[in-house]
């Protein structure tokens, strides 16, 4: 995150499948819309009133927006957290210059409050938007990676648990 940037953490509900697109170098961006409505307590009828909805444009990008486009759907609770943008452009009816705000995501999921999910690690993919070599597996231990073995089989590889200072 840059100086000056606006982080922002949004609770709410998505409003419209998201939209999966490809940039003519292959890049992976997801676009998604999510309303955000708060709720209050009316003290003189003592029920609970839905205040304005506020929507906002969410555009996530590489892999995570693949794995958007996979695991999310309209009417899905979800938390997303980013940096808060401005963004004006000249309307095409002529009606002047029209302003919008869009969350750039960072990290997105589902709200875990009224219902559950099952996570599945997606394979990883190299810098240029390919797949890494041998990710055609969930999950593959690396043997020159001492935290991806069991137990024992570390200090077998000759690491030690012990800092190297």
């Known amino acids: 995150m840059a100086m000056g940037d606006v982080p922002i953490t949004v609770v709410g509900n998505i409003v419209a499948d998201p939209e999966l697109r490809f940039t003519p170098s292959g890049v992976g961006v997801a676009n998604f819309r999510i309303a955000s409505t708060p709720r209050y ?66 990290d997105c999921g589902p709200s875990l409050r009224n219902a559950s999910a099952k996570v599945t690690k997606s394979n990883r993919t190299g810098g240029n938007g390919q797949a890494s070599a041998g990710s055609n597996q969930t999950h593959t231990p690396v043997a020159d ?15 030690s648990d012990e800092p190297p200072f």
Do not use: H
Not at 145 to 158: C, I, M
């Open 145 to 159: 990676d001492p935290w991806s073995q069991p137990g024992d089989v570390k200090a077998s590889a000759g690491t």
């Open 41 to 106: 307590l009316d003290k003189q009828t003592q029920e609970w009133r839905d205040g304005d909805s506020v929507f906002l444009t969410c555009n996530v990008w590489r892999q995570p927006a693949e794995n958007v486009a996979e695991s999310l759907q309209r009417g899905m609770r979800v938390m997303v957290t980013g940096r808060l943008k401005q963004r004006s452009y000249e309307a095409k009816d002529g009606g002047g210059t029209r302003t919008v705000y869009e969350i750039e995501v960072d």
